[in-house]
């Protein structure tokens, strides 16, 4: 509510999401897929931070780890850069993958803006 009240100046204002790749994307099992948001900017000058997840409650791909409990394994994941290998060995069905980044500025109140990327799983 800052901006209702505040100079524009004077308010935060969220980061702007910028993927270096369409939102769409296409791997099959074992493949390598790059995700990448190095373009993100925030118009106040925050330093920016990221957090690459797998959502997979809409996809119809299931994975899981029971020693470490995450679903997936994104390398880098607080980078702007980041990267994961589809899974092969537990995958029930080819199909999408939700992967969801979070990119918090560190302006106040620290605002956070979101971008999902699909990725289609095909043999």
Do not use: C
Not at 30 to 52: K, N, Q, Y
Request: neutral net charge.
């Amino acid at each position: 509510m800052d901006w209702t009240i505040k100079p524009y100046a004077d308010a935060n204002h969220p980061p702007v999401v910028k993927l270096d790749h369409p939102a769409q994307l296409t791997a099959k099992p074992g493949g390598r897929v790059d995700l990448g948001a190095a373009g993100s900017s925030d118009p106040d000058g925050h330093a920016l931070t990221f957090e690459w997840f797998y959502y997979p409650e809409p996809g119809s791909l299931a994975t899981s780890n029971a020693r470490s409990g995450q679903p997936l394994k994104i390398e880098d994941a607080d980078k702007p850069k980041a990267w994961f290998t589809v899974p092969t060995s537990r995958v029930l069905r080819h199909g999408p993958m939700h992967v969801i980044l979070a990119v918090p500025d560190a302006g106040t109140p620290p605002l956070t803006r979101y971008e999902r990327v699909i990725v289609t799983v095909s043999p």
